[in-house]
């Protein structure tokens, strides 16, 4: 625990002027990230009496080692950087919202020739308009199956589009209506391009002028006697007319805004979010925070409008934003906004009306999502804390070890033998600071040289870091050693942060093996076991007998979750390096020669058999394969001596097989994997 007056800026140091300030830890990783309109009065507050400060306060500057700070012109540049900071650095004291990126879209990609209507999840793309977000997938496909009778576009995907052309036969949705068959040219380009306008259009909200097109059409059509014509349109507008009923109309005046309420505690915060368009509710979504900083409803409010705003632009920012508290100041979030859309954007308390009723059924749906969270975190929390515990009563550590790391080997019978690396934080994985490793210390199969390498590699890498970043202590003077400059950019090193524990798949061999590496590394503080498939025992080192974990124990279940993890992870990498090299082929080693010339060659030969015995003229006559690539071609092709024909036992047959264009058997996909 550090001293905050160990790292407090002199006085007359920090400016009085605008700015966003960085709080780092003893391993230079950022910690927390905020801004103010006077950097000099907000740093100010943290270095009072540690008394004073809210708890959570004070435990954010007794884990930091540091302060920074970056002035800036304006409160709205302070909250652009703020937010820039945050979604780099991921500070573990800022309020930070679970990513949306899991909610489902409506998208249609306006960047095609011809665009698609589809579901799409994560970051959103540059030339698609996206409507949403929609609580479940099957809700955008119910619209989009209404919609498509008035608006056939587009929906399949790229391969069933290219071999509807190639065939010259549609699908079935251009032979029922619900496609128009561009694959097939029943409609231009053009033309497809404007429904699908015409379909982000009804989408948007401005469906009352073209249903009363719709009408007018039908009418027309009834008039001209072509009744056929009328009653498909007259179709089109009930399907229109169904697709609306699924969002009702909530405010009546056709207003776009989104609407945010609150429901929160002392520990965490719900955060739920209403899309309105066209008066209509076109999207729902939430998220739920644990508050590890001591922040007002106002500022709940603040994060909230950087998370859902702070990559967005145009009409994907409301012309309102309505909201249970506002932000202090008020005045540069608005203007942020503001600069977002392009537009003015309004940001105010309902304070009456319909918006107020509504804004009361948000907040309701605010507080029932705070209540199904706790009720599915409360045992989480306790078992994942009581796993932990466990861990470290039966290895006798000195504290809960909330990193922990986990290794293990994987290889096919000696060969790609390769090796992972996944981390568990608070007993949960932290996939972003999984590694693997591929063995490169020797040749054939040893499970213990393999553990022993890789915990070698990985622990180089950490005290690498720890010296680079002037942690490192000079064995004669006992002091902190000054290695000059360090880096600044504060995000996540690949083995910068020490586990509290090292597990390794496997029993006493690799566990000896680890410590091994530890020791001739001269680390110490880290603790090491090993759990063993057979019984699930749980080694450590330089103990003859196994440490038993109840079977029905938390700790020994969280250590199987960690090594079958570790174990998933390895075993994937293997097999996506042993598909790779099954999948070479004499061609592979032609400098030049990408996977579609590749292709095209065997389309023109028919195998790699007939390509061995072609003329250099003859492979040059290939569309794009010059004459040295031919020349590369034939040498390769020479190198690579074909293997002798298979011989029926039976009759003495020589069976002539085409060489395939790829390597490897059935028995070797199904060889044994460790």
Known sequence: MADPSSYRPKPGQIPDAPGVYKFRDEHRRVIYVGKAKSLRQRLANYFQDLAGLHPRTRSMVTTAASVEWTVVTTEVEALQLEYSWIKEFDPRFNVKYR???????????????????????????KGVRYFG??????????????????????????????????????????????CSAPCVERITPEDHRELAEDFCDFMAG????????????????????EYERAARLRDDIDALKKAMEKSAVVLADATDADLIALAEDELEAA????????GRV????????????AVTSGDLVEHALQQLYGEESGDAVPK????????????????WLTERRGANVSLRIPQRGDKKAL??????????????????????????????????????????PLRIECYDISHLQGDDVVASMVVFEDGLARKSEYRRFQIKGFEGQDDVRSMHEVITRRFKRYLAEKEKTGEWVDEETGEIADLGPTEEDGRPKRFAYPPQLVVVDGGQPQVAAARRALDELGIDDIAVCGLAKRLEEVWVPEEDDPVILPRTSEGLYLLQRVRDEAHRFAIT??????????????LDDVPGLGDARKQTLIKHFGSVKKLRSATIDQICEVPGVGRKTAEAIVVALARAAPAAPAVNTATGEIMEEEEPVTAGTSEERRGQET
């Open 271 to 278: 955060v739920q979010i209403f899309h309105v368009r066209g």
């Open 133 to 178: 977000p929609y609580g479940h997938a099957w809700a955008i496909r119910d619209t989009v199956d209404l919609l498509l009778r008035a608006f056939p576009v587009r929906t399949c995907s790229a391969g069933v589009f290219k071999n509807a052309t190639r065939t010259g036969r549609p699908c079935l949705l251009g032979y029922i209506g619900k």
């Open 282 to 293: 076109r999207g729902q979504r939430g998220w739920v925070t644990d508050k590890v900083e």
């Open 359 to 400: 804004m009361e059924t948000v907040a309701r749906n605010a507080q029932q999502s705070l209540v199904l969270h706790k009720t599915k975190r409360a045992s989480d929390l306790t078992t994942r804390s009581r796993a932990l515990e466990e861990i470290a009563a039966a290895l006798e550590l000195d504290s809960v």
């Open 99 to 125: 990513d949306d990126k899991s909610y489902p879209y409506l998208a249609v990609t306006m960047n095609e020739q011809f665009p698609r209507v589809q579901v799409m999840r994560g970051a959103k793309k």
């Open 573 to 586: 990498y293997q097999r996506t390096k042993r598909a790779k090299r099954f999948r070479a082929g004499p």
């Open 320 to 335: 309102e934003v309505l909201v249970p508290a506002l932000p202090d100041p008020t005045e540069p979030v608005q203007e």
């Open 206 to 225: 401005r469906t009352g002028t073209y249903i009363r097109r719709l009408e007018r059409q039908m009418a027309d059509a009834a008039e001209d006697m």
